[in-house]
């Protein structure tokens, strides 16, 4: 009964931190804008560059923009606020290392979620995209994971550096390559074999991937859908670890 009530105790602690980091970060006009428009406008201009048909172009934007939306603030969230003291001040809380991994990481994965499945509604009425129950859960399970992922990899790169600036720097450098490596605007079955290769150890591939699977009926897709999962699945999974192990490597720096 202790470890539950204890356990209870750190949901609690999680869900205020999330609430704290969606008020102070998320809901600002910038921030919206960046997450959303930013993606829609770089995937604009290389369909207006060569037009084709944009159903098929739909879960790459979608991805696209669940990327943007949960890493716009998380590669920058924490190394600021050890700038101003607020992790310090976190730390000397009574809340496990793992629960503060978690709480930061809600907040990315929520914009996240929702920039996705606003992207994903939007493009399935525009462009009358197959819909139904199972598609739908798919979708979602695919965008959930999706979210997970690209904001444990914001909370991972924050752990790693000392300040914004360079925190910004190296979430470009993971994010830029990605969208040209992990099948956004190329499927990855018609690319060279060395770049396939490479697309196969980049997480975003798989949330594409599983997003053609489900709004194409698999045209373009180049895993299958259960493969897709698991390895979006496992992404989540190391990341957490590697943040977890990375936090407590830096608690010493960060009090």
């Given at each position: ?7 209870r105790?750190?949901?609690?602690r ?20 960046w ?14 560059r ?11 934007l ?9 890493t ?9 606020e050890?700038?101003?003291g607020?992790m ?10 793992y629960t503060l ?12 979620l ?12 525009i ?16 965008l ?7 904001a ?5 790169l924050?752990l ?6 360079d ?7 993971f994010?830029?390559?990605?969208i040209?490596?992990?099948g956004?605007f190329v499927p ?14 980049l ?7 599983g997003l ?13 859908l ?9 992404f ?9 192990v990375?936090?407590?490597h ?6």
């Open positions: 009964m202790t470890s539950l009530a204890a356990g105790r750190q949901v609690i999680a869900w205020h931190i999330t609430a704290k980091d969606i008020r102070t970060y998320y809901l600002k006009p910038p921030l919206i804008s997450g959303m428009l930013f993606p829609v406008v770089l995937f604009l201009a290389f369909y207006l060569d037009p084709g048909d944009m159903r098929a172009a739909i879960p790459g979608i991805g696209m923009t669940v990327l943007f939306g949960a716009s603030v998380e590669a920058v969230a924490i190394a600021f050890k700038r101003i607020a310090e001040r976190l730390l000397m809380a009574p809340i496990a290392p991994v978690l709480a930061k990481t809600a907040s990315g994965a929520v914009f996240g929702a920039t996705g499945l606003l992207t994903w509604i939007l493009s399935t009425l462009w009358r995209l197959p819909l139904s129950l199972g598609g739908a859960v798919a979708s979602i399970v695919i959930l994971l999706g979210s997970l992922i690209f444990l990899m914001g909370v991972l924050s790693l550096v000392r300040e914004v600036f925190a910004m720097t190296l979430s470009n450098f994010r830029f390559p990605m040209f490596l992990c956004v990855v079955g018609a690319m060279a074999p060395l770049l396939r290769g490479i697309a196969g150890v997480p975003l591939t798989y949330t594409v991937d053609r699977h489900v709004l194409l009926a698999g045209e373009g897709a180049y895993f299958p259960w493969l897709n999962l698991v390895a979006a699945a496992a989540a999974a190391a990341l957490y670890g590697l943040a977890l990375l936090l407590h830096r608690l010493e720096e960060l009090l």
